[in-house]
């Protein structure tokens, strides 16, 4: 004769449906979550920021020197937040953002150090020397700092910020800081990277001035 299935046999399959049903809940909770914090795809910028040099070499010019002569530019250090292809935004004095769909093609202090270049080769007769193939020797280098390169919302404006360092032929270093602020300027990409250019050029311009 068969035996009735006693109490606690029929809570134990009670409880089984159950507990299935709660881990479907924690599993649909731990995706929920998740995908708060990671991303599996973003649509890319409708368009890319660069920068480019008012004060350009003429094609066919052609420039020699020597060691002594010749002056090489070196990428600028950046802190952390120019790091990135993003421009950064100074909400206040203590948080940053970054300007939506406002991306560079490159990293900025690549960018900056070739408009440099550019810039001090259309304006001095020096050689200049900008890549990195370590057979081109230069005694004299300009090397520094891009500490601003973005933008300020408090002021609406455009801050281009370097702390050059000069390193002479004959051993002598020199410092300046150049600063150029446009002011005026929409939180959008195409207003804030037209005035980054226009910031970038007249700091390389002054840069180039000092150089001689």
């Known amino acids: 004769m068969n035996k009735a299935p006693d109490a606690k046999s029929q809570a134990a399959k009670r409880k089984q449906p159950m507990k299935a049903w709660m881990k479907t809940i924690v599993a649909g909770a731990a995706v929920l979550g998740l995908s708060g914090c990671i991303s599996l795809g973003s649509e890319p910028p409708p368009s890319l920021l660069t920068l480019t040099s008012t004060s350009s070499v003429a094609a066919g010019m052609t420039s020699t020197g020597t060691a002594d002569s010749a002056i090489k530019i070196l990428e600028p250090e950046v802190p952390q937040r120019l790091n990135v292809t993003r ?126």
Do not use: C, H, M
């Open 87 to 212: 421009v950064p935004v100074q909400v206040d004095a203590t948080e940053i953002a970054y300007l939506k769909d406002a991306v560079w093609v490159e990293r900025p202090a690549r960018l900056f150090q070739r408009l440099l270049a550019e810039t001090i080769r259309a304006k001095s007769n020096r050689l200049v020397i900008d890549g990195e193939d370590p057979g081109l020797i230069a005694k004299s280098q300009l090397r520094g700092t891009l500490r601003e390169f973005g933008y300020d919302a408090a002021t609406s404006s455009v801050i281009v910020r370097f702390d050059a360092v000069r390193a002479g032929a004959d051993g002598a270093i020199e410092t300046r800081r150049f600063e150029s602020v446009q002011s005026g300027v929409v939180a959008e990409t195409g207003p804030v990277g037209d005035a980054l250019n226009r910031g970038a050029n007249d700091v390389a311009s002054q840069v180039a001035d000092w150089i001689g």
